[in-house]
């Protein structure tokens, strides 16, 4: 059974960073592309970015120049890099391989 793993989340300040990341168990891992995914309390869960099996990324037009996505294939894992967060940002944030859905983890952003 495949199961992905987020880490990294927690509480940060308005304009702050936080790197999320995914740690997938699975064979042929680099052949699947990933996604990250959040929901806030109340809203539905959004797409954020995805990360093909070859590393091409592609951004919701709301993170896009400000989050950073990337995989390290060795390792299993992707990451996404988050700067310059806003409170409105503040959701259970998802990594997905189009199949399997993580557990979240919780990013808070105070103003």
């Known amino acids: 059974q495949v199961q992905l793993v987020e880490s990294g989340g927690g509480l940060v300040q308005a304009g702050g960073s936080l790197t999320l990341s995914c740690a997938a168990s699975?064979?042929?891992?680099?052949?699947?592309?990933m996604a990250w995914y959040r929901q806030a309390p109340g809203k539905e869960r959004e797409w954020v970015a995805t990360?093909?099996?070859?590393?091409?990324?592609t951004y919701a037009g709301s993170v896009k120049g400000r989050f950073t996505g990337s995989r390290d294939n060795a390792r299993n894992t992707v990451s996404l890099q988050m700067n310059s967060l806003k409170p409105e940002e503040t959701a259970v944030y998802y990594c997905?391989?189009?199949?399997?859905w993580g557990q979240g983890t919780q990013v808070t952003v105070s103003s």
């Open positions: 990360i093909t099996s070859g590393g091409s990324t």
């Open positions: 699975r064979s042929r891992f680099s052949i699947y592309a």
């Open positions: 997905h391989d189009f199949q399997n």
